[in-house]
């Protein structure tokens, strides 16, 4: 399932702020079957504890940018509280932490410092049903 998005609400706050963005986002279904990353560098962003109104992947992605790391692709996982299935009526009771994963050209000892740390197994993990895939522009 994947679907285009107009930009818009994400995190466990209100998300985006203003901008002209230089990306485009899909949502993705990293749950329903395996998904499977492109090759490459990449890294994942140590997302505060679960809370509403106190996280926004826009000012992480930003912040990369600001270092001067050249994003290829990002994929976002909001908190889920709870976890429901596309079409379920049922929920999973579940305060799930929201995870940003970033695939770069090069290394980026730059992300290091923004709470990053690099991985060679990109994961969003549990009950990624809607993920934000934001595609970058070369």
């Known amino acids: 399932m994947v679907a285009v998005m107009v930009i818009g609400g994400f995190g466990c706050g209100n998300g985006v702020k203003d901008s002209a963005p230089k990306y485009t986002v899909t949502i993705e279904d990293h749950a329903t079957k395996p998904y499977k990353f ?19 992947a826009e000012d992480i992605i930003k912040k990369a940018e600001d270092a001067g790391v050249r994003l290829r692709d ?12 596309p079409g379920g009526n049922i929920a999973m009771p579940a305060k799930l932490k929201a995870a940003i994963v970033v695939r770069v050209e090069k290394e980026a000892p730059e992300l290091l410092k923004l709470g990053f ?11 990624a049903f809607r993920v934000s895939h934001y595609h970058f522009e070369d």
């Open 117 to 127: 740390s690099q991985t060679t197994e990109p994961n969003v993990g549990w009950c």
């Open 38 to 56: 492109p090759e490459g560098i990449y890294y994942a962003y140590d997302v505060p504890a679960p809370g509403p109104g106190n996280f926004n």
């Open 74 to 85: 990002a994929w976002f996982k909001n908190c889920n509280t709870p976890c429901t299935p």
